[in-house]
């Protein structure tokens, strides 16, 4: 799969992949049958109800199962085949669609059977994003990754400029339940080419992780992962003053500008060519800058961005504006999720992304709560410049968080580790499992071995240790003994398979110390039945 580096250099070169394409062109028609669901339930609850509260409801139900639902659908996804796991969610979500628009078309959707059905369809797409996501890195290489995310990022702009605007008219002319059918049918267009991917699945010896041990393993890793933690200190340094932008648009629009929907279109639509053209430099861009100073660089660009929005006051003037917006937004966004879906092997690629998502989803509506609270007890011009501030003082602060270079480490497993013996006959569920590495260490390098093991804490922290010590033997100070315990012994046997090439090093660090010709002694021990 491999690709020179002239096709690695090309906005469009994972378009050669069959597969991605295909699930690129089916992810675009899916995305725009959300817009136009979004659409059409938002205009179907002003009929059925006059409340505020009711039409706001229909967005909460669409975007509340996400941050209760994410980290286990992470979860899920990597410990089933995903590509099953897809097929059943999409066919969950055509059925509600489907469901959706056949009460419509017969007049017998009430209030709460459509923010019912909007909550499931909110339960679907919680339930997708992480395994999506996911997927990405095993349709194209490594090289070309970068622009595969742009891509996806382009779909979903495209959508977002389209979707509206083909609801709009259909709305208008025939009713919302069309919007809820065409929803329907871009599942089912997905159910297809999903049907027609032939994914390769690697085998293995071991049972598959059950779910609450997964979300445990998850969540170690995570907050063990400082690669990880750097993407996600960067993601919220800048959503939480970007979102300004969007959120307070269609009040600029409305409020400030006396625009109509159409010109609240035209800056949308703006966004989405902004992001398309970005995305197609995005890789010469890269390139020569590198993923961290050109998310410096685009978070500039959004400061000001939210500085022209809070100070100009004419329609024609804010399309450059909003051109700049989109490309600086999709720059952010593609440096960003290219991070976090290198920065971790693959058996907890979609916990992490999960976790990516949920900073994502929550650093936009806490960040959108926020800067319409100021909006509307000073004014719009106040919060965006506040929020322009915000995004910059977060920047200037999270500058020490470097965002993982994509080629650094080799996330394969390595599978260096000695298979550990256990007695037969003993449950392979027993635990938890203390492991003990015993050291020999010059006293005059004892600092310097000690800080070399920090990062080996780390390393079996994020590979599944539940606790780490590291501890001096007081009649013998060249005897250290670490320390970890495993939850099982079938963790254990997992946490061998975790480790990659990439901590090799980690290890070679701290082993350096030990005396020559003297060898780690290595245990394991049981609990007690």
Known sequence: MSQPATARSSPWSPLRQATFRWLWLASIASNIGTWMHEVGAGWLMTSLSASPMNVALVQVAGSLPMFFLALPAGALADIVDKRRYLLGVQLWMASVATLLAALTLLGLTTVWLLLGLTLCMGIGTALMMPAWSATTPELVDKGELPAAVALSSVGVNLARAVGPAIAGVLVSLVGPWLTFALNALSFFAVIGVLLAWKRETRSSVLPAERLLGALRAGWRYSRSSRPLQAVLVRALAFFLGASAGMSLLPLIVRGELHGSAMDFGLLLGSVGVGAVLGAAFLPALRERLGGDRLVVLSSVVYAL?????????????????????????????????????????????????????????????????????????????????????????????????????????????????????????????????????????????????????????????????????????????????????????LEHLRHHQRVTRGELKIEAAARQFQTQGVDILIRHYLKGA
């Open 305 to 489: 961005v939210l500085l022209a929005l809070a100070l100009v006051r004419n329609l024609y003037l804010l399309v450059p504006v909003m051109l700049l917006s989109g490309a600086g937004w999709i720059a952010v966004l593609s440096s960003l999720q290219v991070a976090a879906q290198t920065s971790v092997p693959a058996w907890v690629r979609a916990r992490a992304l999960a976790v990516y998502i949920l900073v994502f989803f929550g650093s936009m509506a806490s960040g959108g709560t926020l800067w319409g609270f100021v909006a509307s007890r000073a004014s719009i011009p106040l919060a965006l410049l506040c929020a322009s501030t915000v995004l910059l003082l977060g920047l200037v602060a999270s500058l020490r968080f470097r965002l993982p270079v994509t080629e650094a480490e080799d996330l394969a497993p390595s599978l260096h580790w000695p298979a550990p013996i256990l007695v037969e006959g003993v449950d392979q569920e027993r635990g938890p499992v203390l492991v003990t590495l015993e050291y020999d260490i010059d006293p005059t390098r004892s600092e310097a071995f000690q800080a070399a093991m920090k990062d080996v804490r780390g390393m079996r922290r994020r590979n599944g240790a539940i606790s780490w010590e590291l501890v001096q033997d007081s009649e013998n100070p060249r005897q250290w003994l670490e320390l970890f315990v495993d939850e099982s012994w």
